[in-house]
């Protein structure tokens, strides 16, 4: 089946309750958008899942949690006030102002997009992408403050702090989750480009002779960690090394992993090789000594930085994309949401099969309560049997649990899973724990970690 297009997973993740426009009721807010009840585990799944293979199950990776604002020199020193911009061509006539990438052709020579007028589009002018605050109660040039436009740069400056508190010697990273905030030009597709997000990056700090295997290494792992972690369909997941014209200011080499969304091939997340380049410039900008002790040599030495860096709204809409399933179903159209049990925001939904017999209803209220002790579960008995299970498909509930009147006789329940549609009778005291096992036989975390570069 092709990949949904956004619209498609816009709307169910408006309907079932995973994604809303931001202050929708006053006509929304371009590039802002709101996560909804299931949205929020969703999201919150894909970050678990990243903080446990990035941060606790490595021995080579503390994490930390730093300000959204930070000192405004930070930004000058990491080239962003200076650097951190997009050209872009204003419409003179309909005011609307474009990235002269998205452009088809020469600004002095092509129609507006929008308005159709000639001649109309300006000189490509360089556009700030950075939000600027004010901090404190005087107004002036000394109270500018940035939003950060990624977290990046608390790994750089709180280097030495992290270094010395945790005793460690290269190679090892920081990494941390939070949000980032860019004023794109065009956001859009959904949530694909947002001007609120969120991100999740890891600094890994290493010998300078080792740059090479340990990007390599990187590479590898983040691939893997899509296919094998998220379930992400690997033939919809392809690696692009950046072209020397399109890297980043402080990189020396980069490679995209790409996923075929609607749109075509697009970034997910970056592998960028930062050298020293940042370290070496907050060590300028602050007047103060960024390097660590090299036994071999004898001497403090510059690291290098290996740096994965990913969206997680983007990961959030990749993981619907990925996951939505259209299939016939004895004459009727199924939707259902084939995401990695490891993520789905319910995993066993009770549903008794009359809602007008409380003897059933307090046995599936029971078995919910005992359910949700071991995993998140719910409890639905607003619709039929039929309704409700649709209900579950769609928003990816692995496991529906049907109490039904033969309970009442055999003390069991009815265990359905949620891609294959199979059933298995099983007697309802052992429900909760037989969902945990079928659970955790799929969220098995082997696989992933591959032995690193020795150093
Ligand atoms: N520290 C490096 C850095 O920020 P980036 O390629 O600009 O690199 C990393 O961003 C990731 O953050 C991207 O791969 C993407 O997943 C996500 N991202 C960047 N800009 C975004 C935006 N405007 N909206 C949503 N996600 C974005």
């Known amino acids: 089946m092709p ?41 919150n799944n894909v970050k ?33 006030v200076a650097g951190f911009s997009d050209p872009m061509v204003d419409c003179r006539s309909c005011k609307l102002r474009f990235r002269l990438d998205d452009l088809k052709g020469d600004p002095s020579e092509i129609a507006c997009p929008n308005c159709g007028n000639r001649g109309t589009l300006t ?7 950075m939000f600027a605050t004010q ?3 005087v107004a002036d040039s000394s109270s500018v403050a940035y939003l950060r436009p990624e977290t990046a740069q608390a790994m750089f400056v709180q280097f030495d702090n992290v270094a ?12 941390q989750m939070g949000r980032s905030f860019r004023n794109e030009i065009t956001p859009g597709n959904f949530i694909f480009r947002l001007r609120e997000f969120e991100q999740m990056e890891m600094e890994f700090f290493v ?19 899509w296919t094998d972690v998220l379930g992400i369909d690997a033939a ?89 399933t259209e299939e016939q179903v004895a004459n009727e159209k ?29 046995r599936a209220r029971a078995l919910t309560a005992d359910l949700k002790q071991l995993v998140p579960a719910a409890y639905d008995d607003t619709a039929s049997i039929g309704k409700l299970y649709r209900r579950q498909d769609e928003i990816g509930t692995p496991f529906c649990v049907t109490v039904d009147v033969e309970t009442l006789d055999d003390g069991a329940a009815t265990i359905r899973e949620r891609d294959t549609m199979t059933q298995e009778r099983v007697a309802l005291d052992l429900v909760p724990q037989r969902i945990a096992d079928l659970l955790g036989g799929r969220s098995a975390w082997e696989g992933v970690a591959r032995t690193p570069p020795a150093s």
């Open 3 to 43: 990949a949904p297009n956004f619209d498609v997973i816009a709307s169910l993740a408006k309907r079932r309750g995973f994604v809303f426009p931001s202050s929708e009721i006053y006509g929304g807010m371009a590039g802002f958008w709101d996560y909804g009840p299931l949205g929020v585990e969703l999201k």
């Open 48 to 80: 678990a899942a990243w903080w446990r293979h990035m941060v606790q199950l490595r021995d080579d990776v503390e994490g930390i949690d730093a300000a959204i604002i930070m000192n405004p020199r930070v930004w000058e020193a990491s080239g962003h």
């Open 123 to 129: 000189e490509p002018r360089q556009f700030n992408l």
């Open 135 to 137: 901090v404190g109660p």
């Open 164 to 175: 010395t508190s945790m005793r460690r010697k290269l190679p090892f990273g920081i990494a």
């Open 207 to 225: 010998h300078p002779r080792d740059e090479d295997e340990w990007f390599a290494y990187w590479v590898d792992a983040r691939h893997r960690w």
């Open 236 to 324: 919809r997941l392809r690696l692009r090394p950046h072209a020397a014209d399109e890297l980043s200011h402080y990189s020396k080499q980069t490679t995209d992993i790409e996923y075929q969304y609607p749109i075509g091939w697009s970034e997910l997340e970056g592998v960028a090789d930062r050298t020293d380049f940042d370290l070496k410039a907050h060590a300028v900008g602050s007047g103060k000594r960024l390097a660590i002790f090299d036994e071999e040599s004898g001497e403090h030495i510059v690291p290098y930085v290996i740096e994965p860096a990913m969206g997680v709204d983007r990961a959030v809409l990749t993981v619907l994309v990925d996951g939505y």
């Open 334 to 362: 199924r939707l259902v949401l084939k995401i990695h049990p490891r993520l789905a925001p319910i995993k066993a939904a009770v549903l008794p099969l009359l809602r007008n017999r409380p003897e059933l209803v307090e």
